[in-house]
């Protein structure tokens, strides 16, 4: 990360299994923050209910609620546990104050839904590793959401994608690298690591014809808005 001129990074917790591991990250480096949450895809381990999620928010290295909403694409059947868990988070997050990280993959309306049914509105965050249409992306933006990009918007094919993050203004964006997947080009295959989001940031600036330097600054302001505890 230093070497790559990336000053911060949050640590997104996917399951309450291997949280210890992601706070005790957080714990030692100043510079990375943790979240809480179960992502939607999570099945077998601890299922937390609003008060557990509230508790573990008060930590003072966790700085959002998340990763969680919605995801229909590797999973089948009745998946209304699934969306039961996420009004669960956006309940916790509006209790404690702490921004939302949203994930969703094939379920766009259906997240927005339940985004506008539980006010999601009045806690934010951020719609992680976006991949949905501009109209998405507005509704979101509406709702008091940023729109974060990762590797993928790199890839040659991802034109629909770049097309968002031209028309997505720069002071609603954030820039990541959903590590260890998704590394951007040219290092697209491989395992992706914290660093690789200054190539993120470079593609950024050349769809919206900016300055790496502009992007950087604009993202990071945004970082600490959006993650008011993060210090």
């Known amino acids: 990360m230093q070497s790559n001129a990336v000053t911060h990074a949050l640590c997104v917790s996917v399951n309450l299994e291997t949280l210890p591991q992601i706070l005790s990250i ?10 809480a949450g179960v992502h ?3 099945q077998g381990g601890e299922e937390p209910d609003i008060d557990r999620l509230v508790a573990l928010a008060s930590h003072p290295r966790v700085v959002a609620i998340g990763e969680t909403g919605l995801d229909y694409y590797r999973l089948e059947g009745d998946l209304e546990w699934q969306r039961e868990r996420f009004r669960r988070h956006i309940r916790a997050a509006r209790r404690c104050g702490k921004p939302l990280i949203i994930h969703t993959r094939e379920a766009a309306a259906d997240t927005l839904r339940i985004m506008k049914e539980e006010n999601a509105r009045e806690c934010g965050g951020v719609m992680h590793c976006f991949t949905e249409s501009q109209a998405v992306a507005v509704a979101a933006m509406d709702m008091n959401f940023l729109i974060s990009f990762s590797g993928i918007v790199t ?3 991802a034109l629909a994608l770049k097309g968002v993050a031209r028309e997505v203004p720069l002071e609603r964006m954030l820039i990541e690298t959903d590590s260890p997947y998704l590394a951007p080009v040219p290092y697209r295959g491989r395992t992706n690591q914290p660093a690789y989001v200054r190539f993120v940031a470079e593609e950024v ?17 945004n970082f600490f808005e959006l993650f008011r505890n993060a210090a």
């Open 26 to 35: 957080a714990e030692r480096y100043s510079n990375v923050f943790a979240s």
């Open 40 to 42: 939607p895809d999570d």
């Open 155 to 157: 890839f040659k094919n």
């Open 205 to 221: 600036a050349r769809i919206k014809g900016l300055s790496i330097e502009a992007v950087a600054s604009a993202t990071t302001t």
